[in-house]
């Protein structure tokens, strides 16, 4: 180690309280940046997750066109190729089949247009929790018996309940008019008002014999193992499926992605400050360690030691106390955020209510990426080795004369 290094470390520790002040200024940083890092990733995982679930999946494939209008022109075939293709994936773990159209739901003087998306049942229980959210009555059997499930918001409009018959008005894909009672299996409770407004479900069977489709389908929905495998997953599938499309969450869910970008800034703004405020501590902690020890540095000066040294000597006490404090927040946040990635936080009151609201489980999730610790840490360096510049130009400014006025 050289002298410049040697005299800053033993500069460190030669006033206790000085240093701590400075080095717990970056751990409580440090602390707070990687805990809040982390609860946002896994706040906007879990977000992704419970949107992907409700209804979207992780990876959508349709027909050329589909997302610009959804419209029963828009189609694809679920054939053997495509199937095995699907199914042989690592990463996806389970997929629905749909048929999506709008229609004309009636019953006595009530009338209202509604989305009437076709399922296989056992097959959409693998990729949504739609078969959970039931309110009243139950889901719709495999066999498809002209059942139909209504959103809750959507059943009270008709005011149609379990057991009651809703006529179902269309224009199939043959550009014939097709109309059929439905009977009323359940309805649905969904976290979003519009959704459960607007949503009406029956077997794909039926769905496709209602609209005259054959073996035709408007998407197939794919639940993936993580979130972290979408873009891989858009990707072969995008070059094995030349003839369809292949959209991410963030393309069926714009809305999702936007909310995620804005809740990112807000935090990124927040923490910012945070680390402007620390800087400024560390700046304030240096330059009045600086003042204190103007004789000191001058005699040092006096000696023959060269302005250039006496700014490394202050740089190098900046960077080792603040790479102590950066250790100390790093020691004491991992663990905690380990453990929290494990144990998710439950929130019950006012704050569990409205994460249910937006179609969120109620807790509070965090998800500790490796890029976050050491982006942090690089950070929290970057703001400590700027914080020192002026104190240690300025103490390299200093002459002997200077001390010698302070005796």
């Known amino acids: 180690m050289s002298l410049e290094r040697r005299l800053a470390w033993r500069n460190v520790w030669r006033n206790k309280r000085r240093t701590g002040l400075c080095v717990a200024a970056t751990v409580f940083a440090v602390f707070l940046v990687v805990l809040s890092v982390a609860m946002a990733a896994g706040t906007h995982e879990k977000m992704i997750e419970d949107g992907a679930l409700l209804h979207s999946g992780h990876v959508t494939l349709t027909g050329p066109g589909y997302l610009d209008d959804r419209t029963l022109e828009r189609f694809l075939v679920l054939d053997a190729s495509l199937r095995a293709r699907i199914e042989d994936d690592p990463a996806v773990r389970g997929w629905a089949p749909r048929v999506s159209s709008f229609a004309l739901l009636s019953k006595d003087s009530a009338s209202q247009g509604a989305a009437v998306v076709g399922i296989d049942p056992e097959r959409e229980a693998t990729v949504t929790t739609l078969s959970d959210r039931v309110r009243a009555g ?242 929290i360096l970057l703001v400590g080795a700027l914080a020192a510049l002026y104190p240690a130009f300025k103490a390299s400014r200093g002459r002997p004369v200077d001390a010698l006025r302070t005796l």
């Open 138 to 379: 139950r889901f719709l059997s495999a066999s498809g018996q002209r059942e139909i499930v209504l959103g809750a918001r959507l059943a009270d409009s008709l005011g149609a309940g379990v057991g009651d018959e809703v006529l179902v008005y269309a224009v199939a894909y043959s550009l014939e008019t097709a109309y059929e009672l439905f009977t009323v299996v359940g309805t649905l409770k969904l976290p979003e008002p519009e959704l459960e407004r607007s949503l009406s479900l029956i077997a794909l069977t039926d769905a496709q014999s209602f609209f005259v489709y054959d073996d035709r389908l408007s998407e197939i929905a794919l639940r993936l193992e993580s979130t972290d495998a979408v873009e891989s997953v858009v990707e072969r599938l995008t070059a094995d499926l030349p003839g369809l499309e292949v959209h991410p969450w963030y393309e069926v869910l714009p809305e999702l992605l936007q909310f995620v970008i804005l809740d990112d800034l807000g935090m990124y703004m927040m923490l910012a400050i945070l680390v402007v405020v620390v800087g400024f501590g560390i700046l304030n902690t240096i330059l009045m360690a600086i003042l204190e020890r103007t004789r000191e540095l001058g005699m040092m000066m006096a000696l023959g030691l060269r302005p250039g040294a006496v700014f490394r000597v202050v740089y190098w006490e900046s960077t080792f106390t603040a790479g102590v404090g950066l250790g100390l927040g790093l020691l004491l946040s991992l663990p905690l955020v380990v453990y929290l990635a494990a144990n998710p936080i439950p929130l019950g009151g006012d704050m569990g209510a409205m994460t249910e609201l937006i179609g969120m489980e109620p807790v509070m999730t965090f998800k500790l990426k490796p890029l976050n610790p050491i982006g942090s840490a690089i950070t």
